[in-house]
Every structure is written in C-alpha cells, then in structure tokens.
C-alpha cells in the first residue's frame, strides 16, 4: 500500500503563489502515477494536475500556464507549484496515488483559500 501525506496549504492573496507538497511512503516503487486534485464547497472533485512514471504530465485547463507539478525520481515526494492564484482556487487539495494493478490512495488533503 501507499500512503500520503500533504503540507503546504493556506491563506494567500489573490496573485500570491503557494506550493503543496505530497510525501510517499509505504510501496513507492509501484506508484504509476500520481496526481493533484481539489475540492471546492458545494462542487465535486476534480483533476488539477498529474504526472506520470514518464514524467509526463497534465494539467486542468483552469490551471494551465499556472501550476506546475513535478515529481522526484524515486516517488518519495511530488509538487505543486501554484502562482498567480485566483479566489477560484480555493478549495482543498488532495494528493492521489495509482499503484500496482488497480490502488489507488488519497491523502487528507490540505485547505487553500485565496483572499480576492
């Protein structure tokens, strides 16, 4: 199993930049992919960004030319660099991991609010 934990959340002005990481322990050697998604009042979750073992990534296109997520190599530990925040982006961000055949593990997620 995999699990994860997520730091690096809070309260930023709009245009502020923040970055979230996620640590990976447990089978880190068979994660696939991992990804960032958030969750604002009222609405589902969603994709923010991912990456894959090819270090290819995605990203939503609410975000795009904003974030950027990037993974060390050994999985121990993926980022979310967020710059230019918008009050849209509020919400809380959870890291997911793929692993194995068909895991999947969520973290707890951490709050990001962004003051407009």
């Known amino acids: 199993q995999v699990q994860l934990m997520e730091s690096g959340g809070g309260l930023v002005q709009a245009g502020g930049s923040l970055r979230l990481s996620c640590a990976a322990a447990g089978s880190i050697g068979s994660i696939n992919a991992m990804g960032w998604y958030r969750q604002a009042p009222g609405k589902q979750r969603e994709l923010v960004a991912g990456?894959?073992?090819?270090?290819?990534?995605r990203y939503a296109d609410s975000v795009k030319g904003r974030f950027t997520i990037s993974r060390d190599d050994g999985w121990n530990t993926v980022s979310l660099q967020m710059n230019s925040l918008k009050a849209e982006d509020t919400g809380v961000y959870y890291c997911?991991?793929?692993?194995?055949?068909?895991?999947?593990?969520w973290g707890q997620g951490t709050q990001v609010t962004v003051s407009s």
């Open positions: 990456v894959t073992s090819f270090h290819n990534t």
């Open positions: 997911k991991a793929e692993y194995g055949g068909a895991g999947i593990s």
